[in-house]
């Protein structure tokens, strides 16, 4: 069963702007990764963050870790209209890659 | 290298008939996940197979579903005597291990249609 939640569940800005997404967790875990879906796709990894890292770099993408509080953030900065998607966070505990939480964040970036 | 292939993209059954799914994980992998996403909600997990053998299929309906990673060839999830609830997109993942140090690779998923 799903056990945690992502945060804002949509989220709407324009073309430029940052956008920070949230995802909590109620277990201990090995890593965190964050993926990307368009709509109607499958899912894309973007970033994966390792529980014993509390920060992330890539192009765009900033990932943080907070394993005391089981909370992880995406931050996309400077949009783009490209960026228009579902954002999910999955995590692993070990032993294989069971759940991924909540229903995503449905991210809208207006040209 | 190919990604995690699946096939068929969209799947249309009527009810009570047999819906076979496939998956060719990524050439190296030997792990294989399958997930279930509803309309408008997040994936949920229902099976990880190593190379013959179910290891975990927690997620997995009692009745109706099935799935196998044979020695040779795809995994096959099988949904038997479909209804209408069982209409979802159906992804798979796989990985070269446990997933603990790596990420897994998704594949672009089945839609499965049941009318």
């Known amino acids: 069963s799903q056990q945690g939640e992502e945060d804002p569940q949509a989220l709407s800005i324009q073309e430029g702007e940052n956008a920070t997404m949230n995802c909590s967790y109620k277990?201990?875990?090995?890593?965190l990764q964050w993926y990307r879906q368009n709509s109607g796709r499958g899912l894309v990894h973007l970033i994966l963050i390792r529980s014993n890292e509390r920060e992330k770099h890539s192009g765009r993408l900033r990932v943080t870790l907070d394993t005391s509080k089981k909370s992880s953030s995406l931050l996309i900065t400077a949009s783009r209209a490209a960026d228009t998607a579902s954002y999910f966070c999955a995590t692993v505990k070990g032993g294989g890659f069971k759940t991924i939480f909540g229903a995503g964040t449905r991210l809208f970036v207006k040209a | 290298n190919a990604g995690v292939m699946q096939n068929p993209r969209h799947l249309v059954r009527r009810r009570g008939q047999e819906a076979r799914l496939r998956c060719s994980p990524m050439?190296?992998?030997?792990?294989v996940y399958w997930y279930r996403q509803l309309p408008e909600e997040g994936l949920k997990f229902m099976v990880y197979l190593q190379k013959e053998n179910i290891i975990d299929e927690s997620g997995m309906p009692k009745e109706r579903f099935s799935a196998e990673f044979p020695k040779e060839g795809p995994s096959i999830l099988r949904i038997q005597q479909v209804v209408r609830g069982d209409s979802a997109a159906y992804f798979c993942?796989?990985?070269?291990?446990?997933?603990?140090?790596?990420?897994?690779?998704f594949g672009q998923g089945t839609r499965l249609t049941v009318v």
């Open positions: 993942a796989s990985s070269p291990d446990q997933g603990s140090k790596t990420e897994a690779f």
């Open positions: 277990t201990s875990i090995n890593n």
């Open positions: 050439k190296g992998h030997s792990h």
